[in-house]
């Protein structure tokens, strides 16, 4: 299963990015300080994969990059970089944000795994799903073809067109330039027939995907599938489903076909065993081309949380760059995400999460039994978000904390737009009180992580949800407390497996999990037993980026000098690991404690490679200590600064286009604004407000009488 986490780097190289002479840059009391802290901003953003417009990492990257000056990707800016990833930001016709991560064997919309063939039962995928792919070049995503063609090799290539019957078709092969079976039209209506005993279970195969062209005018064709269930004795215009060219998903480009994606879960017709299916195209005339790449049933593996990902970076970036156009071409787009998910994901209904989908019924993939053995359930627990092992979904506390914070960035986007902020404000405020009903396990002290199905709550100590939940404000202050008490180590939680100091053990971040599991995952994830707690990043590893939720957390709930001591500790961990050669070798000779997960290897830490949310720990100092925080219509500062770092500057900080120094303390803060900003803009310090027109230095307090700051 190592595969599984190679998925994005596999067909991501290293990006772009570097960083000008002007970049912003920090400077503390502390000098050694600021420069490592300047040096990782460097650091992780040069060395950052590039991982194209995957939406998962969209609000990390967009925390981290938004107000950094004479930082680039390629030829542009990175906040022209962001502009043009989150304008072409795929959007489905319902309101569903798609993932695109990559292209592969799965739904075109959702996370590319599983897979049709990661079937854990005896036989494997045989009986249960199946897929055909006909050609013999994969592409570099398609993650499936190695692994299950030594299994099966029977559906690939050219093995695979001999097993399908042909009705008025003629084969001409595996057509190399196209990669994909060749067929010519000999008869009026062209009829592929899947091979004879090969059986599908139907609840398995929610969705079959056909990725097909025809030659000449593909839209003129009028395809559909037909099945028969177990006990049909022929076909049937009721057990039939039409389909068309006319939508493109989004790796069309990829390969050059249609690829339709057929909805057969929303049929009650499509039920119990599925004997037998074909494809039939009508309008497809005698003599033409038809192509066919592949044909596969997949499960549901969308994410809800993609739309709250995309209303909070669309927020992030416009928050500091104040781009007017950008939010005027979005806005429709970003209400249709917002209501997507208050419909499709019940939060108007319920004021919480509830994600219905087929498989998102948040049930583990397979029981532990008594003797070591697991009994699959196969297609439940599908995952929901980026911690894609496990199956978050039905009432689901991480997706409802990030419909929350999209909520309130919607209400500071509708302030500027003229909408109606309040109701939102209103729904979010409900929203909060039901998930710190609903899912806060008062003998626990903490969030669970998901109310399954069977009204069953999954509680593994999830740091993870509940720093989340303290640092975008859905956590209330008593819930919040208990949940840095338990965090921090002065309070531990029966049954955990991690307590104490112990929850820092890998030092550069708390662990995903304090409590071992080896039951709750997808059943795509057959074997978490065999890794030791703590050697894998879902079951007790550790994420470096998400240190950047601990430290602002900290910041609200503990105050700056317990957040920084934080911070510095982290530095002291990466400065010995540098020291030691970096985290390849640190990790790689075993000094960590733990392996290196990364570039196509499972491990017990995330730093490198697709771990690109590592940029977003360097955002504590503005976001957090200088409490620099735009709302869209003013910069506020409201600083939390530590004892020992009274004051704290940033050089050439980008706001609204405009380079700018801004040092704070606690009294008073001094900005120095280094061109003329295109439109005029407000700060805001302890209730007074400066209005910017043009290039100077200003200085609140500013009244008569007031010392100036030195």
Not at 141 to 152: Q, S, T, V
Request: glycine fraction near 10%; charged fraction near 25%.
């Amino acid at each position: 299963m190592a595969y599984i986490f190679s998925l994005l780097v596999s067909l991501s190289a290293f990006g772009q990015g570097s960083v000008d002479d002007d970049v912003t840059r920090f400077e503390f009391s502390d000098a050694a300080a600021s420069t490592w802290v300047n040096g990782y901003i460097d650091s992780f953003f040069t060395n950052r994969v590039n991982i194209e417009n995957t939406i998962f990492p969209r609000e990390y990257l967009a925390l981290s990059d938004a107000w950094l000056n004479g930082a680039k990707w390629g030829a542009r800016s990175i906040q022209e970089q962001h502009r043009i990833v989150l304008s072409e930001q795929g959007l489905a016709n319902d309101g569903y944000v798609l993932t695109q991560q990559h292209g592969a064997s799965s739904h075109d919309h959702g996370w590319p795994f599983p897979h049709w063939v990661q079937v854990p039962y005896k036989n494997g995928f045989r009986g249960t799903t199946a897929g055909w792919h006909f050609y013999d070049e994969p592409k570099g995503w398609e993650i499936c073809y190695a692994p299950a063609r030594g299994a099966a090799p029977e559906h690939f290539g050219e093995a695979a067109s001999k097993t399908w019957t042909l009705d008025d078709l003629a084969s001409e092969g595996i057509f190399e330039e196209r990669h994909a079976w060749k067929l010519k039209v000999s008869g009026k209506l062209p009829t592929l027939t899947s091979p004879e005993g090969v059986e599908l279970d139907s609840f398995n195969c929610p969705f079959i995907q056909i990725r097909w062209h025809a030659e000449g005018n593909a839209y003129s064709v009028r395809p559909v599938l037909e099945w028969k269930c177990e006990g049909d004795t022929d076909w049937s215009d009721k057990r039939r489903m039409e389909f068309s060219a006319d939508t493109i998903e989004p790796y069309s480009s990829d390969t050059g076909m249609f690829h339709s994606i057929l909805s057969l879960h929303e049929r009650p017709e499509w039920n119990g065993k599925i004997t037998r299916i074909r494809f039939r195209f009508g309008g497809l005339e005698k003599g033409r081309t038809l192509f066919v790449r592949s044909i596969f049933t997949h499960w549901d593996t969308r994410h809800l949380v993609n739309n709250s990902i995309y209303i909070k970076a669309a927020y992030e970036y416009f928050r500091w760059t104040g781009d007017a156009e950008f939010l005027k071409q979005q806005m429709p787009r970003l209400r249709t995400a917002m209501k997507y998910m208050m419909e499709e994901g019940n939060g108007r209904a319920l004021n919480h999460i509830r994600c219905t989908w087929h498989g998102h019924d948040g049930r583990p993939g397979y029981t532990v039994n008594a003797d070591g053995t697991k009994t699959f359930h196969v297609g439940h627990g599908k995952g929901g978000n980026y911690w894609d092992l496990l199956p978050f979904g039905w009432d689901d506390m991480y997706t409802t904390t990030h419909y929350y914070a999209a909520l309130l960035a919607m209400a500071e986007l509708e302030d500027v737009t003229g909408g109606d902020a309040q109701a939102l404000r209103m729904h979010a405020g409900a929203v909060k009180k039901t998930a710190n009903e609903k899912f806060f396990d008062n003998k626990a002290g903490r969030f669970v992580g998901t109310i399954d199905a069977d009204g069953i709550p999954h509680d593994y100590g999830f740091t993870f949800v509940n720093l989340e939940a303290i640092h975008y404000g859905i956590a209330n202050d008593a819930n919040a407390k208990r949940i840095m008490e338990w965090i921090g180590g002065k309070r531990s939680v029966e049954g955990d497996t991690s307590t104490g100091a112990d929850i820092y053990t890998y030092r550069l971040a708390p662990r995903a999990t304090t409590k071992r599991n080896v039951e709750w995952y997808s059943f795509a994830w057959t074997g978490p037993e065999t890794l030791p707690f703590g050697g894998q990043v879902q079951d007790g590893g550790a994420v470096l980026g998400f240190s950047f939720y601990d430290v602002m957390s900290r910041i609200k709930t503990l105050g700056a000098d317990n957040a920084w001591e934080r911070l510095m500790e982290i530095r002291a961990w990466d400065e010995e690991v540098q020291a030691y050669g970096g985290y390849r070798k640190y990790y790689g000779d075993g000094k960590g404690g733990t392996t290196l997960q990364g570039g196509g290897t499972a491990g017990g830490v995330g730093i490198d490679f697709e771990f690109t949310e590592s940029s977003m720990l360097s955002a504590v100092v503005p976001f957090g200590f200088m409490g620099l925080r735009p709302d869209g219509q003013m910069l506020n500062i409201e600083p939390n600064l530590p004892k020992d770092c009274p004051q704290m500057t940033v050089r050439n900080l980008l706001y609204q286009g405009v380079p700018m120094d801004v040092t704070v303390s606690e009294s008073s803060i001094k900005l120095v604004v280094k061109s003329e900003p295109a439109t005029s803009f407000k700060i805001k310090f302890r209730n007074e407000e400066l209005h910017i027109k043009g290039a100077g230095t200003f200085l609140s307090p500013s009244g008569a009488g007031k010392p100036p700051l030195r």
